[in-house]
């Protein structure tokens, strides 16, 4: 049987990771600045992730929620803590997706309003209701494209401040810090307006942070550096550290009801062990103020580098932009320098979203071979 062929694919195939680094079939190991889109926060293999998850397997790996499983409160606890936002509701998914699925259904049955807004180059997921406010018309199906939605300029307070006075929208939708779209981040006082607005209006505000949370700039959501408080949270990539978890978190303002939300596989006792042993790991290895403190030094470094002609992002989500297209550099840096980097919808940008306990030493070696190669070829 054949695979679907969907994923252009690189001719190097992984069989072990460790740290920041993973190993191909032959032994070569490569340095991961990528992090498989921002889902290594805790290293590949760290030890106490693997005890965490053997053991769980061992003993109960999955039953449904129709019964309890206290592994969910201890996670809901830990996650309270650590983040510091306070007086949410946690809902366990299995993805970002489908997280953002479901912020948007809470956010319509609580309002009555079917109308959401999102904002150029957003990218929230590919099942049906995301991936209508996902700015990519190349992976919409017609399927997709019945939902009543309104795209806008991203930090355009006035053309969303026109769109809420109709009074229709159930959820305004963004990435603090887009991921797939280029590591652009809006103004906090556009941030602070859009909250406003929504509770004027009576929409809801929903922060997308499933590649921008965990601890992955520095705060534990890219949101709070803006001062606002969102009504629902969303969150996947780093949760699990490669296990399968998401989640939302929703506001206690807004009411549960049974039957309401629900997934089969969403919070299982597997699953909450993975995201137990990352939270675990973040706090007693300060994977937060690791990020932050690199954040700095990787800026130091690329101002170093002239090609290099803006950098964007923060913590440990990284965007290089030059004034050539990366394909060729980054295909130059994985084979010839064994070097993962991640790519964006702008094409001139060199992503990084490297593992949250990576180190100097790694961006040296990084910024070395970036040097290198630029010196090399003439892109």
């Known amino acids: 049987m054949d695979l679907f062929d969907v994923y252009p694919l690189y001719d190097i195939t992984p069989v072990k990771g460790e740290g920041c680094h993973v190993f191909d079939e032959n032994g070569k190991k490569y340095l991961d600045l990528y992090g498989g889109h921002a889902v ?9 992730y693997v005890k965490a998850v053997s053991e769980q397997v061992s003993t109960l790996g999955f039953y449904s929620n129709s019964i309890k499983n206290p592994l969910q ?8 803590e650590l983040s510091g936002v306070k007086d949410y ?3 366990l998914c299995n993805s970002g997706a489908e997280a953002n699925e479901n912020a948007l259904k809470v956010a319509s049955f609580h309002t009555g309003k079917s ?30 494209q019945g939902h009543r939605v309104t795209r806008l300029p991203f930090d355009d307070t006035e053309a969303l401040k026109s ?47 499933v590649q921008a949370g965990y601890g992955r700039t520095g705060d534990f959501f890219a949101f709070q550096k803006h001062g606002i408080r969102p009504d629902i949270i969303s969150m996947a990539k780093g949760m699990g550290n490669g296990f399968p978890i998401g989640g939302i978190l929703i506001d206690h303002k807004i009411p549960a009801k ?76 994985l084979f010839n320098y ?26 040296d070696e990084f910024f070395e071979a970036l040097k290198s190669a630029l010196k090399k070829n003439d892109y």
């Open 40 to 48: 290594i926060s805790i290293g590949h293999s760290h030890p106490d």
């Open 73 to 80: 409160q201890d996670l809901a606890d830990k996650l309270e």
């Open 89 to 91: 509701s946690l809902f």
């Open 115 to 144: 109308r959401v807004i999102y904002f150029e180059k957003a990218f929230h997921g590919r099942t049906s209701g995301v991936v209508a406010v996902t700015d990519n018309e190349g992976i919409k199906a017609p399927f997709n």
């Open 163 to 209: 769109e809420l006075k109709k009074n229709d929208v159930a959820a305004v939708i963004f990435e603090v810090i887009q991921g797939v779209g280029g590591l652009d981040e809006a103004s906090s006082e556009f941030y602070k307006n859009a909250e406003e607005l929504c509770h004027a209006h009576g929409s809801l505000l929903i922060a997308d942070e």
């Open 258 to 333: 049974h039957g309401m939300l629900g997934t089969t596989f969403g919070g299982n006792h597997l699953a909450c062990a993975a995201g137990i042993a990352v939270l675990d790991v973040i706090k007693k290895e300060k994977l937060m103020e690791n990020a932050a403190e690199l954040s700095g030094y990787i800026q130091q470094k690329a101002k170093e580098i002239p090609q290099i002609k803006k950098i964007k992002g923060r913590g440990l989500m990284i965007g290089l932009e030059f004034d050539f297209e990366v394909a060729a550099l980054r295909k130059d840096l």
């Open 338 to 363: 064994q070097i993962f980097t991640g790519a964006a919808s702008n094409k001139k940008l060199l992503r990084i979203l490297p593992p949250l306990n990576i180190q100097k030493k790694h961006f």
